[in-house]
């Protein structure tokens, strides 16, 4: 199991794209996805999501980081 912390964004994020890659990439639905922008955006909160492959994760942080969107890999 490997997790995605999201530890902030940048001025420009591009907040519809990055809910499209929650809701397509890491398999949660569209509700799940907008909840987790808007604590991100809005609550400045760190916002943790696992995914089992640990490739995967690599992939949505990486797609994620060209949104503007901070954040590491913490495996466990």
Not at 23 to 32: I, P, R, W, Y
Not at 39 to 61: G, H, P, Q, S, Y
Request: with cysteine; aromatic share 4%.
């Amino acid at each position: 199991m490997t997790k995605i912390i999201f530890e902030g964004w940048e001025v420009g994020m591009r907040k519809i794209p990055f809910i499209k890659l929650l809701n397509e990439k890491a398999g949660l639905n569209l509700s799940e996805a907008k909840k987790i922008k808007d604590r991100l955006v809005d609550n400045n909160e760190i916002v943790e999501i696992e995914i089992d492959d640990e490739n995967l994760a690599k992939k949505i942080l990486e797609e994620a980081k060209k949104l503007k969107v901070k954040g590491r890999i913490k495996s466990c």
